[in-house]
C-alpha cells in the first residue's frame, strides 16, 4: 500500500513555504515566484492545517517563524536543493551535447523553424530539442535549458538573458480589402477586428496600439477573440479580418503574399521579446552557443 502519498503534505505548497522561510517575507516570496502574496498566505495556511501547527508569526506586516517552522525550513531546503542538483545532473547526461528550446507556439512555427537550420550548421555537434507552449514560463514543469517568450510574461527566477525588439502592426488577407490600401485609420474602423485573448494579457492588443496613435476601437466595432494567437494570425490568412501582427512572426506571411499590411502605421516595441536561461542550467557551453546564436539573430533582425 502506497503510504507516501498520505502522509507528505501539500507539496504545491512546500516552494511558497521555502521562499518565505528564506525571504522573510510573504511579499518579497510571490515577487520571487510570480504569484500573489495572497496566494502566499493561502498556500502556508493549508500547509499550517495540514500539519497541524504554526510555521510562522504573522505580527503586523512582517512574518517570523516559530521553532516548527525553523526545522522544516531545514528540511525542505535541503530537499529541495537535493532534487535541484539531481535535476541537473540528469539534464547533462547522457545527453551532454543536447539544449531543450522552449519556445512560444508562434515563434516557434513562424521564427524559429525557417531559421534553425543555420544553427545546425553551425554547430553539427549540438542537437537542439524544441519545445513549444502557449502558457507562460511559469507554468511550464518539463525540463528545459533556454526560453523565448513575450517580455510580459511571468517568467519566475530564471535569468534574464536579453531582450529583442519587435514591431506590431495590421495585418489582413489581401482579398479582403475591399479598397486598395493603405487604409487611413478611420476607414480600418469598418473592417472585423481580430483580437487575441490571454490571462494575463501579454501581447499588445487592438485597444492599446490605437491609443498610440491617439484612435479609439469603435463601440459598435465588429470582432472576433481567439484564445490562441497562431489561431487568430491564421483567421487573418483566410480573410476573417484584420488582425495584430508581429513582424517576426507575420513577416514570412507577408513576403508570401498570404498577408498584407492594410495601413501605413506601426508601433515599434524595444523589448517585445526576452530569451532566458533556466535558473540550473548552469555554463554549459552547448547553452552558450544557442545564447549567442539567439542573440545574434535577433538583434540582426532588429538592426535590419
Known amino acids: 500500500m502506497n503510504t507516501l502519498g498520505k502522509t507528505l503534505p501539500p507539496l504545491a505548497s512546500l516552494l511558497p513555504f521555502e521562499a518565505a522561510a528564506r525571504l522573510g517575507s510573504f511579499s518579497k516570496a510571490g515577487d520571487e515566484l510570480h ?177 498610440v496613435f491617439g484612435q479609439a476601437l469603435a463601440e459598435d466595432a465588429r470582432s472576433v477573440t481567439f484564445d490562441s494567437y497562431p489561431l487568430m494570425l491564421q483567421a487573418a490568412v483566410e480573410g476573417h479580418g484584420v488582425a495584430m501582427g508581429w513582424q517576426r512572426t507575420a513577416g514570412r506571411l507577408i513576403e508570401s503574399g498570404a498577408l498584407v499590411r492594410p495601413c501605413a502605421e506601426r508601433v515599434y516595441l524595444p523589448e517585445a521579446i526576452s530569451i532566458y536561461r533556466h535558473q540550473e542550467a548552469g555554463s554549459r557551453a552547448e547553452v552558450a552557443a544557442l545564447l549567442g546564436w539567439l542573440e545574434a539573430q535577433l538583434q540582426s533582425e532588429g538592426d535590419s
Not at 485573448?197 to 487592438?206: D, K
Open 35 to 211: 504569484i500573489t502574496q495572497a496566494a502566499i498566505s493561502r498556500q502556508i495556511r493549508g500547509l499550517e492545517d495540514n500539519l497541524g501547527v504554526k510555521l510562522f508569526y504573522r505580527r503586523n506586516r512582517a512574518v517570523f517563524l516559530t521553532p516548527q517552522g525553523q526545522d522544516l525550513a531545514r528540511v525542505v531546503s535541503d530537499a529541495l536543493h537535493s532534487i535541484r542538483d539531481s535535476a541537473a545532473r540528469l539534464r547533462a547526461s547522457p545527453h551532454s551535447n543536447r539544449v531543450v528550446l522552449l519556445c512560444q507556439l508562434c515563434e516557434a512555427f513562424y521564427w524559429l523553424m525557417p531559421r534553425l537550420s543555420s544553427f545546425h550548421q553551425q554547430y553539427p555537434q549540438i542537437e537542439i530539442q524544441v519545445v513549444t507552449s502557449t502558457r507562460p514560463l511559469t507554468e511550464f514543469n518539463d525540463p528545459f535549458d533556454v526560453a523565448l517568450q513575450s517580455t510580459r510574461r511571468a517568467s519566475g527566477a530564471h535569468p534574464l538573458m536579453f531582450t529583442a525588439s519587435d514591431e506590431v502592426f495590421p495585418v489582413c488577407s489581401p482579398a479582403y480589402l475591399a479598397a486598395p490600401k493603405p487604409l487611413s485609420l478611420a476607414q480600418l474602423q469598418s473592417c472585423t477586428f481580430l483580437h487575441h485573448s490571454s490571462e494575463p494579457p501579454h501581447l499588445m492588443e487592438w485597444e492599446s496600439w490605437l491609443q
